[in-house]
């Protein structure tokens, strides 16, 4: 999942819920303070926070049809809760071929939540039979990727560190951009920025699966990295 703390969850129930044609997680209970909105199997946490958690990259989504998408955003793109927000959108018919699977339709829908979070949707081309492609996942609706920006110089660090603790496997698309494979068809992306400036980062997280969390935990905690959150009374 991925974590995004906003301040108000009638606009969040507006953009998640009406505007993108999520659903909320049945099993979680219905309260003004957390909404779990279902992306297929994996979610976005909506907590409520006075400062609203602004993510430094997007995230893609893989959905059904973004022409059904595109419909229910010109429905509610002049709601009253979504008025004077950075709520916007736009479609893309290019998009580069190596940020998701190649069974893809070329139309990309680019989509800003009301507080800045940069979201691109992506629907199934239904014309490609070719279902042994290794890249092809089993489900329709899901996070594809998550690419988040970093610092100059720190790309080799960062694709070390996961294959360390995670065992993951990683390729480097072009110099200072590496995708690390997270779960089956699911990435996340790192890559270089310029003048990017961490000190904004106002504590949103990613939760991935861990195929062997022992041996992760372990080291971990070998290097003293491992961390306590007040809410479990667990080590995390």
Request: glycine share 4%.
């Given at each position: 999942?991925?974590?995004?703390?906003?301040?108000?969850?009638m606009?969040?129930?507006?953009f998640?819920?009406?505007?993108l044609?999520?659903?909320?997680?049945?099993?979680?209970?219905e309260?003004?303070?957390?909404m779990?909105v279902?992306?297929g199997?994996?979610q976005?946490?909506?907590?409520?926070?006075?400062?609203?958690?602004?993510?430094d990259?997007?995230?893609?989504?893989?959905?059904?049809?973004?022409e059904?998408?595109?419909?229910?955003?010109?429905?509610?793109?002049?709601?009253?809760?979504?008025?004077?927000?950075?709520?916007?959108?736009?479609?893309?018919?290019?998009?580069?071929?190596?940020l998701?699977?190649?069974?893809?339709?070329?139309?990309?829908?680019?989509?800003?939540?009301p507080?800045?979070?940069?979201?691109?949707f992506?629907?199934?081309?239904t014309?490609?039979?070719?279902?042994?492609?290794?890249?092809?996942?089993?489900?329709?609706?899901?996070?594809?990727?998550?690419?988040r920006?970093?610092?100059?110089?720190?790309?080799?660090?960062?694709s070390q560190?996961?294959q360390?603790?995670?065992?993951?496997?990683?390729?480097?698309?072009?110099?200072?951009?590496?995708?690390?494979?997270?779960g089956?068809?699911?990435?996340?992306?790192?890559?270089?920025?310029?003048?990017?400036?961490?000190?904004?980062?106002?504590?949103?997280?990613?939760?991935?699966?861990?195929?062997?969390?022992?041996?992760?935990?372990?080291?971990?905690?070998?290097?003293?990295?491992?961390?306590?959150?007040h809410?479990?009374?667990?080590?995390?």
């Amino acid at each position: 999942h991925v974590n995004l703390a906003q301040p108000d969850q009638m606009v969040a129930m507006v953009f998640y819920l009406e505007a993108l044609g999520f659903t909320r997680d049945p099993f979680e209970p219905e309260n003004i303070s957390t909404m779990w909105v279902n992306i297929g199997t994996q979610q976005i946490y909506v907590p409520t926070m006075e400062t609203p958690q602004v993510f430094d990259g997007h995230i893609g989504i893989t959905i059904p049809s973004v022409e059904k998408l595109i419909t229910r955003l010109k429905k509610t793109e002049n709601h009253p809760r979504l008025k004077k927000t950075r709520f916007q959108w736009k479609v893309k018919d290019t998009f580069p071929k190596n940020l998701v699977p190649p069974y893809h339709l070329n139309k990309v829908v680019h989509v800003t939540c009301p507080w800045g979070n940069k979201f691109r949707f992506y629907s199934r081309n239904t014309n490609n039979n070719n279902d042994m492609c290794h890249d092809v996942p089993s489900w329709d609706v899901g996070i594809l990727y998550v690419l988040r920006h970093c610092q100059p110089n720190t790309i080799q660090t960062i694709s070390q560190h996961y294959q360390y603790y995670f065992d993951t496997p990683v390729f480097y698309e072009q110099p200072g951009k590496v995708h690390i494979i997270v779960g089956p068809w699911q990435r996340l992306i790192y890559k270089e920025k310029q003048n990017f400036d961490n000190s904004n980062y106002s504590g949103y997280h990613v939760a991935f699966y861990v195929n062997q969390f022992s041996k992760s935990y372990k080291k971990f905690e070998e290097n003293d990295l491992l961390f306590k959150k007040h809410r479990f009374n667990d080590k995390c």
